[in-house]
């Protein structure tokens, strides 16, 4: 009976002393946690708004680092309403291999996201000093939330004809 008062014992004081004090993951691992310019949590898609966050980084002409920021934000928005398109033609069950079919879609989808670019609008920006690069230029990087609008797949519904 005394081993096994001794063994609890033992055994408790080991748990006590071994789950008492938790390092933290970030002092554990000599780490930084950063915190981003903006939280996705703040800009969900929903059904009729799409949001990008893009951030680049570079040296020179700002006006160039945000086109190319722009130009990433509407490469990733095109998918998603290519996926929006895609998903609304598979729930009219309106799938075939028809090539007339593939054809008339394919034209309408392009023209559709198109329309919807081109309502492209910049939610949020910010800039950022990041210090020198190796050959001593001001090095940027810029943060910015888009948004696009989706209101209505509304071509769609031609490809009943």
């Known amino acids: 009976m005394k081993t096994f008062n001794f063994f609890i014992s033992a055994l408790t004081i080991i748990f006590f002393f071994g789950c008492g004090s938790k390092m933290n ?11 981003m310019p903006f939280n996705k949590k703040d800009y969900v898609d929903t059904e009729s708004i799409f949001y990008s966050i893009q951030s680049t ?7 160039g680092i945000a ?9 990733d928005l ?7 398109i895609n998903s609304k033609v598979t729930n009219l069950g309106r799938g075939s291999d028809n090539s007339s079919f593939n054809n008339q879609f ?3 989808s392009e023209s559709e996201v198109k329309s ?4 492209l609008k910049l939610v949020d920006e910010k800039w950022y000093v990041v210090g020198n690069n190796s050959y001593g230029k001001e090095e940027f990087e810029l943060w910015q939330v888009y948004s696009v609008a989706v209101n209505n797949v509304s071509n769609i519904a031609m490809l009943n004809n």
Not at 57 to 63: D, L, N, Q
Not at 67 to 75: D, I, P, Q, R, Y
Not at 116 to 119: A, D, H, M, N, P
């Open 78 to 84: 095109t998918l998603k309403i290519n996926s929006l």
């Open 116 to 119: 919807y670019i081109e309502q």
């Open 57 to 63: 980084r570079g040296t020179g002409a700002k006006s």
């Open 25 to 35: 993951y970030t002092s554990l691992n000599e780490s930084k946690e950063l915190k």
């Open 67 to 75: 086109k190319m920021n722009t130009l990433k934000a509407k490469s």
């Open 106 to 108: 394919t034209s309408i």
